[in-house]
């Protein structure tokens, strides 16, 4: 063989090197893109599963800019000088009072989130009675949670309706306004068939 062909095939195995590497690269590359997009799409079905999973029974109630016109048309009311789309209200909405301490549902949740400006105090009461106080807990800083209520009376056993006011707070403790939402509380029998 002449030392050209031997130079020409030289050549054709190192372009053909080349091409080879720069195959691999951009496969590497799609490979990546298109792990990532599966992956992604795997944890967005996973989140909404569980949230699909949520609202249905005890769900958590998440009042926010986006949907407030639809629950405030229904279950969240506003009473103050805040606009009520700048606040965010978080909790689930079936409390489980069982027979074996009925004025304790250890399920209960509810948070200041994270998106609020204001610290807040929050109270529940019937429905059928609102002026009477079951609960009142501590002033919650933003951010802060309340996992389970121990209310201040006993109820008969049964299921009730009730209302959780969110007493929006200023700098001074004092309150500038209110967000209401319902919720049902489920005592004694009530709460031990819900929980079978």
């Given at each position: 063989?002449?030392?050209?062909?031997?130079?020409?095939?030289?050549?054709?195995r190192?372009?053909?090197?080349d091409?080879?590497?720069?195959?691999?690269?951009v496969?590497?590359?799609?490979?990546?893109?298109?792990?990532?997009?599966?992956?992604?799409?795997?944890?967005v079905?996973?989140?909404?599963?569980?949230?699909?999973?949520?609202?249905?029974?005890?769900?958590?109630?998440?009042?926010?800019?986006?949907?407030?016109?639809?629950l405030?048309?229904?279950?969240?009311?506003s009473?103050?000088?805040?606009?009520?789309?700048?606040?965010?209200?978080?909790?689930?909405?079936?409390?489980?009072?069982?027979?074996?301490?009925?004025?304790?549902?250890?399920n209960a949740?509810?948070?200041n989130?994270?998106?609020?400006?204001?610290?807040v105090?929050?109270?529940?009461?019937?429905?059928?009675?609102?002026?009477?106080?079951?609960?009142?807990?501590?002033d919650?800083?933003v951010?802060?949670?309340?996992?389970?209520?121990?209310?201040?009376?006993?109820?008969?056993?049964?299921?009730?309706?009730?209302?959780?006011?969110?007493?929006?707070?200023d700098?001074?403790?004092?309150?500038?306004?209110?967000?209401?939402?319902g919720?049902?509380?489920?005592?004694?029998?009530a709460?031990?068939?819900?929980?079978?």
């Amino acid at each position: 063989m002449s030392k050209a062909k031997v130079k020409a095939k030289i050549s054709n195995r190192n372009l053909r090197s080349d091409l080879l590497e720069r195959e691999r690269i951009v496969f590497g590359f799609v490979f990546a893109i298109v792990t990532i997009f599966a992956v992604t799409l795997i944890a967005v079905v996973i989140v909404l599963g569980v949230s699909s999973k949520k609202a249905s029974g005890d769900s958590v109630k998440i009042v926010t800019p986006l949907n407030v016109d639809a629950l405030a048309t229904s279950e969240v009311k506003s009473e103050s000088a805040i606009n009520v789309t700048d606040y965010e209200a978080v909790l689930n909405t079936n409390w489980y009072f069982n027979t074996e301490d009925n004025t304790y549902a250890s399920n209960a949740y509810v948070e200041n989130s994270r998106y609020n400006k204001c610290r807040v105090r929050f109270t529940v009461a019937l429905n059928e009675s609102p002026d009477e106080i079951l609960y009142r807990s501590k002033d919650l800083k933003v951010g802060d949670k309340v996992r389970g209520v121990k209310l201040d009376k006993k109820l008969a056993d049964g299921v009730y309706d009730a209302t959780v006011t969110y007493r929006i707070l200023d700098d001074n403790g004092n309150e500038t306004g209110n967000v209401k939402t319902g919720i049902t509380l489920y005592i004694g029998e009530a709460a031990d068939a819900k929980s079978e």
